[in-house]
């Protein structure tokens, strides 16, 4: 079976830079997600995503879903799995999709070509050509063979918007929350790290 590219996979690609493995997994998981939960691209906080991972996928998710840092409705957590978990706040509804495509563990070419690579050799075409084989494969396969579909508990909470303080050592101002104390002065992080 052919790959055919849509619209909005195309889009995403252009976003993201390129076609590989890990935006093809996040593409086929938001577009899961939108139409296992009955939403569309929120203008808003509609959409909650909540990312386990910071790879290609996310970008993916990010530019399907339109769920963003800067909205407060892309959240992530630093777990490195393939989960993703969706809540719809319109109709109360959450969906945790994680990543089952049992054919790449099996496959001992990827280690393999890094191994090649790591000792100097140009492996670099015959990498490309793996990467593509495996989009390929993500995009032509059925939901319910490489993803697994889980109900998920209520939504977490609205983003808020918080006050800034300017930091006592630089002068940059930051969120309020995230000041510490040091030597009896508000500060942000990176100045609190210093010393």
Do not use: W
Request: proline share 3%; net charge neutral; aromatic share 10%.
């Amino acid at each position: 079976m052919k790959v055919t590219f849509d619209d909005d996979l195309r889009d995403a690609i252009q976003f993201h830079g390129h076609l590989c493995p890990g935006l093809a997994l996040g593409y086929r998981v938001a577009k899961a997600a939108l139409r296992e939960l009955d939403a569309e691209r929120p203008h808003d906080e509609e959409l909650v995503a909540i990312v386990e991972n910071d790879s290609c996928a996310a970008d993916a998710i990010q530019f399907i879903t339109g769920c963003t840092f800067g909205k407060g409705n892309l959240i992530f957590r630093d777990y490195g799995k393939h989960v993703y978990t969706f809540f719809n706040r319109r109709t109360g509804k959450g969906i945790r999709i994680s990543e089952d495509f049992r054919g790449f563990e099996n496959d001992a070419r990827y280690p393999e070509l890094k191994k090649r690579q790591e000792a100097g050799e140009d492996v670099t075409a015959e990498l490309q050509r793996f990467k593509q084989e495996k989009a390929s494969a993500i995009l032509k396969a059925d939901d319910r063979e490489f993803l697994k579909f889980e109900a998920a508990a209520a939504p977490p909470s609205e983003a808020r918007i918080r006050a800034s303080v300017r930091c006592a050592e630089c002068g940059e101002r930051f969120m309020e929350s995230r000041g510490r104390v040091k030597r009896g002065r508000i500060v942000c992080i990176p100045c609190f790290e210093k010393d």
